[in-house]
């Protein structure tokens, strides 16, 4: 089995900076890509940020500027550095990765129990 441990988030005020980290573990071979999800009150989970393991980057216009996103191959893990927070980015952070395992065939996604960030105003 695979394992997506989240850390950090928490409280914010509007104008400050968070780290988010995910760390994967469990049956990994590789993972192809790995990033950031939120999902706020009401609305639909959207994509944050993202990164392949060849380090192309996909980010939401919303964040664009803000937030940066990096991986750690080696160790199967991503960071999401979010600064200039505002209370629009409140919502719970999820961490996704697109595997590939050592024990069996094809990728498999897989999710992070999700990080509750709250931002102030």
């Known amino acids: 089995q695979v394992q997506l441990v989240e850390s950090g988030g928490g409280l914010v005020q509007a104008g400050g900076s968070l780290r988010l980290s995910c760390a994967g573990s469990g049956s990994i071979f590789s993972i192809a890509a790995m990033g950031w999800y939120r999902q706020a009150p009401g609305k639909q989970r959207e994509l944050v940020a993202s990164m392949s393991s060849t380090g192309n980057t996909d980010y939401a216009d919303s964040v664009k500027g803000r937030f940066t996103i990096s991986r750690d191959n080696a160790k199967n893990t991503v960071t999401l550095q979010m600064n200039s927070l505002k209370p629009e980015d409140t919502a719970v952070y999820y961490c996704?990765?697109?595997?590939?395992?050592?024990?069996?065939?094809?990728?498999?996604?897989?999710w992070g129990q999700g990080t509750q960030v709250t931002v102030s105003s």
């Open positions: 996704n990765a697109r595997v590939l395992r050592a024990d069996t065939t094809g990728y498999w996604g897989y």
